[in-house]
T-cell receptor, first 115, second 111 residues
Framework: SAVISQKPSRDICQRGTSLTIQCQVD?????MFWYRQQPGQSLTLIAT?????????ESGFVIDKFPISRPNLTFSTLTVSNMSPEDSSIYLC????????????FGPGTRLTVL | SQKIEQNSEALNIQEGKTATLTCNYT??????LQWYRQDPGRGPVFLLLIRENEKEKRKERLKVTFDTTLKQSLFHITASQPADSATYLCALGGATNKLIFGTGTLLAVQP
């Protein structure tokens, strides 16, 4: 299974600023996913990031608010722009792959608090 | 719209008993269903996958069933242990590789 790390693990930010979250995988993967998990809620998919193409965003999420980069097969970033307290959440990246098709492996998450 | 429901309340059981968690869904025909475990402050960890043409899947003390007629999956942990205490998430998937997650059930196994 893939080993995924995320930076930062947590942050406290001021309203109106932006934060970039990094996701690093120990092997090359085609598909990477970014999720949001609001307090007490389940995971909601923000976007799918494939290397060499624009990210595909889910309904309710837009590129201006959550720009994503995918410069190579082991790395991706998610930026949360112009933050408001409603953006306080855990942000998780995941990758598909490993021994069982269609399964996903998740990073530890980034806990974001916006004041 | 697609909807996935899991036991909203925490499930408390005694060590050694079998825990049974439920996942019901509507307005969706998934090609497969997955169960994940999530501990506080950590990302979900994959446990089991069952496909639409399978009725049951087992892995050690875990068993999952999938009834596409009832639109329901049951997740069983036999001989439960306090270390099994966590939130368990079901997730549905199809041809697009995207997963739709349920809200999760918090399982507490009392020693």
């Amino acid at each position: 299974s893939a080993v995924i790390s995320q930076k930062p693990s947590r942050d406290i930010c001021q309203r109106g600023t932006s934060l970039t979250i990094q996701c690093q995988v120990d092997s090359q993967v085609t598909m990477m996913f970014w999720y949001r998990q609001q307090p007490g809620q389940s995971l909601t998919l923000i976007a799918t990031a494939n290397q060499g193409s624009e990210a595909t965003y889910e309904s309710g999420f837009v590129i201006d608010k959550f720009p994503i980069s995918r410069p190579n097969l082991t790395f991706s970033t998610l930026t949360v722009s112009n933050m408001s307290p409603e953006d306080s959440s855990i942000y998780l990246c995941s990758v598909e792959g490993g021994g069982i098709p269609d399964t996903q492996y998740f990073g530890p998450g980034t806990r974001l608090t916006v004041l | 719209s697609q909807k996935i429901e899991q036991n909203s309340e925490a499930l408390n059981i005694q060590e050694g008993k079998t825990a049974t968690l439920t996942c019901n869904y509507t307005n969706y025909s998934p090609a497969y269903l997955q169960w994940y475990r999530q501990d506080p402050g950590r990302g979900p960890v994959f446990l089991l996958l069952i496909r639409e043409n399978e009725k049951e899947k087992r892995k050690e003390r875990l068993k999952v069933t999938f009834d596409t007629t009832l639109k329901q999956s049951l997740f069983h942990i036999t001989a439960s242990q306090p270390a099994d205490s966590a939130t368990y998430l079901c997730a549905l998937g199809g041809a697009t590789n995207k997963l739709i997650f349920g809200t999760g059930t918090l399982l507490a196994v009392q020693p």
